[in-house]
Nanobody
Framework: QVQLVESGGGLVQPGGSLRLSCAAS???????IAWFRQAPGKEREGVAF????????YYEDSVKGRFTISRDNAKNTVYLQMNSLKPEDTAVYYC?????????????????????WGQGTQVTVSS
């Protein structure tokens, strides 16, 4: 059974850090992977992407310099290290895998391009 499971969310004060994990089962997580987030009343948005080919990473402008996406093939897990968190980072965070057809980089933030999604993990940044 193909499954993605996120973990690591929680409540953190502004300026704090969290590391989210996305563990795969049923397939090897060596595909293009993205982290998306969705805040209440807002559309889902992509924030970080790691390519399948050379591991290149891309970030949405609001998280550049604060978030880092990485992959551990031995653990079949992708991570999102989030530093200097702000209240506006509060959202449910999802990981997504592009498995069935190679994704064009220009479409890396398009949620419909991804084939498998995790259930999400809540991140709340508040004092």
């Amino acid at each position: 059974q193909v499954q993605l499971v996120e973990s690591g969310g929680g409540l953190v004060q502004p300026g704090g850090s969290l590391r989210l994990s996305c563990a795969a089962s049923g397939f090897t997580l060596n595909y293009a992977i993205a982290w998306f987030r969705q805040a209440p009343g807002k559309e889902r948005e992509g924030v970080a992407f790691i390519s399948s080919s050379d591991g290149s990473t891309y970030y949405e402008d609001s998280v550049k310099g604060r978030f880092t996406i990485s992959r551990d093939n031995a653990k079949n897990t992708v991570y999102l290290q989030m530093n200097s968190l702000k209240p506006e980072d509060t959202a449910v965070y999802y990981c997504a895998a592009d498995v069935w057809s190679p994704i064009l980089l220009v479409r890396r933030w398009v949620s419909s391009e991804y084939d498998y999604w995790g259930q999400g993990t809540q991140v709340t940044v508040s004092s």
